[in-house]
Structures are given as C-alpha cells and as structure tokens.
C-alpha cells in the first residue's frame, strides 16, 4: 500500500517540530474552531490563541462548510430536498422509491421516533444488513438527533448480544431479535419484517416537522460501529458526526461524484466506506443509490448483473467480492460492469494480483480505502496508478502521517516504522491507540507498518501484531504472502498467519479455498511461493479448505485457523 503524504518530522533532528506542534498546525489549517483543536489536543483553547502558523507542504484542504453545519443530517436533509419526483433509492426486486416518498416515510419514522422519546443523546440499535427498512431507519433516527448503533448480522449469538451490551439502546430493529433474547439493552424490539406496520402506525409529522428537529452538533457522535471481535468481545467505536461529513467531504472532492452517478455497496454498511457510500455520497453528489437483494450480496455473478441492471456508476465491494469478479472468467464480463466508473475496496487488503487483473480484463479504476471506523483518515488510493493503495500506489488526502520507532523516535525515509496518524476526523471513543496526553496528544497509532519511499510515498507493509518472526529470525509480512497465494487462478481466497508447531517453534501456516480437487494443492502452493518469495516466506503448512472461518465483520477468524492447523498436525502426527 503506498500513499503521498507529507514527510514532517519523519527525521531525527532534535530541531524539528513536536508532533503536537505539527497537530496543532495541521487542525488550524483545517478552519477547525478553537474549542474544537483545544479538545482534540486536550489543551486550554489559551494555548491555540493567535493567527495560524504557515503551514505550506500540509496536505489539507480546508473545509469551506460552515463548522455547525458539518455533520450527517446536514447531508441528508440537502438529499432530501431535491424534487420530490426525482428518484432516489432503487431496492433490488422491490422498486424504487423517489426523493418525496423517502422524505415522507422518514418524516413519519421521526415522528414515531419522538412519540417515544428517541431525541438527542439517544440510541437506535438496527440491522446492518443491506435492506431498504435499515436504511429508512438509520435516516431517520439522525435526522431526530439519535446515535445509530449498527449490528453486524452475520455475526454469531455471543458477539450480537457482546454488541447490544456495550452499545444499549432506546429501541432495536433487528430480525435477530429471538437469538438477542429479553435483555434491557435492546430497549424496545421492532423486527424488521414489521417495519412497515410500524411505520404505519406512527403520527403524521407535525407542519414545522423539518424546522423542529434537534439540532445535532459535529462533535455528536452520528453512528457505533465495532471492531471484528478479533482480541474477544466487539468493541463498540463511535464515529462523530464531523467524521462522517469531513470523509464524505473529500471523497466528493477527490473523485468528483455528481447527480449521475448511482451507488451500491455488496458489503453491510457496518464500515465507515460503506456507510458513506449507502447513506451521505448519494446525498452529497445528488446521486441516488441502489440497495441490492440477499443473491446480490452473497454472489459475485448476481451483483455484476445488478449494477448491469441498475447502471451502478459507483460500486464498493470487499476484496474477496471482487477476487471473484476477476476469476469468473467469462461468467463476468465488461459488458456486465459498463456502467461502472470507479470500484472501491475496503475492509480488507486487495491484493496486487486481483488489482491487475481487474484493470486487464475490465479496465475498471479500483480504489482503495485506508481508515478504520473509529477514525476517518480519508485516505484514497489513486486510480491513475496501476495498483490498489495496499498493492503499490495512493495516496492521503487531509491526514498527516509520521513513522515511528518501538520509542516512538520519527525513523528516516525508507526505514521501516509504525505508522501515526492525525486527522480532524479523530472518533469521539476513548481508544488506547490515541494519545491523550504529552507530546504525542491527539495522534493514532495505527498499529500498521510502513516506510516512506522516494517522492513521498507511503509504503504499508503490513499490521504489526500480525507480523511473523520466523525460527530463522526473518520479519514475514503476511500480507506479501497472502498476495503469492491470490495470484494462482484457482484460489479464491487466501488467509496467511503465524502458527507455533509442536516443538514451540513460531511458524509461517496459511489457509486457501478454491483449490480444484484433482492437483495436490498444498505442496503446488507452496512450490509456487517458494518461486515467487523465497524459502523463508514459503509456509511450513497450508490447509485447503471449503471455506475461511469467520469473525463478526467477515474477517477471518485466524485463531480458528491455528486450531484446525494444529489439529491436522496431530491427526498426521505417528
């Protein structure tokens, strides 16, 4: 993964700004109010009094949208202004709804909402899941002030109820409400499937209904999402309201969507990519969206004949999605995807091998995403480069990035060090990555590994709790190896981890699915990565399975994988 970003402090000179210095520097560029750097880098607003500093070489682009009017419901509701007749939202196999008709539905919703109490500082727990009620819903509970707390729905029993727990709520719509079970922080339950007599139900909205809807601020927080659950439990992670609106911001800017492009997501929008392009891109550009069916989320073939249906312009998919697009053969082809202008990956590391082939067999632009929930970095990749930004070319747009040491000393270009970020689209969250004090106060320690290359860019090579040492001493990249595995035309998709064998001896074990049944898939992977990478990142042992395991948000579950692994050792074992 490359990006551009400016190299400030990425030195040893004892000379050379703080990285407060930096921070502080960086938010007055960015037009932020002063109460609002001062929280950020928890100081007195006394300490940030004064002009801006110069701040040339910074890779900001100031926000000309008034501070007050940074947040989602801004959003939505310049969406839902547009003429009442213009089309807004198709539902794959269900129609299409135009701008009125969602503006009615979600003004009743709201109205329905408030008979309950659901106001600012306030929770609305619903399903992720890509459905036309989710999407109602979650426009609804911003637009009355309320927080949305988002379960993932293919998620197991445990972390759904893990979710609800650290996330209570007002009310939960959700068709899981049986496997949740009685528990207080569900509030009140609406299954989905009913959300049109509850709808119905509802008071009609009173006349001043838009001029009396709470007033949200960007520092609210507009939705919870949580982490994979990968360390235990889900963590739940608030995502502000100005997160929100700053990374729609620029990714308008940086790909200058307009009201002829139509948005589709395959992947639930429990991610802050896919959110963005679901609820605010739509709004922002004058675009509309396409929410698809079950078929289309779960088969490659179906949302390919979608987005050929629909005319999707836009569409993000996760990288496992559109491995298949590109090893479909001629199930798949341009004539499918000849609407789509621009293919966005996220959740997940697109490998170099799947990046050029889609470029080869469609010509599509694909563009990466490098962010998480609990913060927006907005950072793109270029889709003027041949690769993806975690294949080898991007860049970041209103973020500042320093490498640092296990000390935290910024490392000098082309040394390897953890990668911090700051950004004005910081989470409202209490995170342990996010400094709150001294000289590193307000900056993200990303935990992913990189080194600043000529020109500028960023290389990731990697997550640091996932980097493998093997017993010859040697740093392993997992990523690298998993992009090995992904180019051989028969895997579909591929899972490298660290694996300690019998003898307590840390080794490299991977995982793939696809493999035709009539070649002896383990050792011609193995040969085809000694080949390409090398004995030492060749893997001791590779399971051949039907599917990967899998944690809340579809990642997979590699603590899983070390146990079939060490399981079929002792079943081989004499």
Known sequence: MTAS?????????????????????????????????????????????????????????VSAVPWAQR????????????????????????????????????????????????????????????????????????????????????????????MIEAAPAMLTFSDRLDVIGDRIEVGEGVPLDAFAEFAGACPDPSDDFWSALPTVTPDDAAFVGFTS????????????HEAVFRSTE?????????????????????????????VTLPF????????????ARDNPIALALLCERYGVTQLTAVPGVLRAFAKAGARVTREELASVRTVFSGSGVLDFATADLLRERFSLPVVDYYGGREF?????SDPDTPHTMSAGGGFLRDCLAILVDDERRPVAPGEVGEIAVHSDCMTLSPLASIETKGKWAGWHFTGDLGRFLPGGRLEIVGRQKDIIKTAEGTLVSPAEIEG????????????????????????????????PADIDAERTAKAAIHDALGPYKTPAR?????????????????????????????????
Request: net charge neutral; hydrophobic share 45%.
């Open 284 to 295: 922002a550009s004058g675009g509309r969206v396409v929410i698809p069916d079950a078929e």
């Open 250 to 278: 620029i990714a308008q800017r940086a790909f200058g969507f307009d009201a002829s492009d139509i948005f589709c997501t395959a992947t639930d929008f429990t991610a802050l990519s896919a959110f963005r392009s679901l």
């Open 229 to 240: 659950g990968s360390t235990g439990a889900p963590k739940a992670m608030q995502t502000s």
């Open 376 to 380: 927006a970095t907005a950072a793109y």
């Open 71 to 162: 947040t989602a419901n801004a959003l939505i509701r310049k969406g839902l202004t547009r003429p009442p007749t213009e089309q807004l939202v198709f539902a794959a196999g269900e129609g299409a709804l135009t701008a009125g008709d969602v503006a009615a539905i979600v003004g009743r919703v709201c109205a329905g909402l408030a008979a309950r109490g659901v106001g600012k500082g306030t929770r609305i727990a619903v399903d992720a899941t890509q459905r036309l009620e989710s999407y109602l819903v979650t426009l609804a509970a911003l637009l009355q002030g309320a927080t949305v707390v988002r379960l993932g729905d293919t998620v197991g029993t445990q972390a759904l109820r893990a």
């Open 5 to 61: 970003v400016t190299q400030r402090n990425c030195h040893t000179d004892d000379n050379a700004p703080a990285p407060r210095d930096l921070a502080l520097d960086y938010w007055r560029a960015l037009g932020a109010p002063r109460h609002r750097i001062a929280r950020a880098l928890h100081c007195d607003e006394a300490d940030i009094a004064g002009s801006a500093p110069e701040t040339a070489g910074l890779p900001v682009a």
């Open 484 to 515: 090995a595995l992904n180019a051989l035309d028969w895997v579909a998709e591929a899972c490298v981890f660290s694996w300690t064998d019998a003898h307590g001896i840390e080794r490299i074990g991977a995982a793939m699915v696809g493999a």
């Open 542 to 574: 590779i399971l051949v399975l039907d599917e990967l395991p899998r944690l809340g948000r579809g990642k997979p579950d590699k603590a899983r994988l070390r146990q079939l692994l060490t399981q079929t050792e002792k079943a081989l074992s004499p």
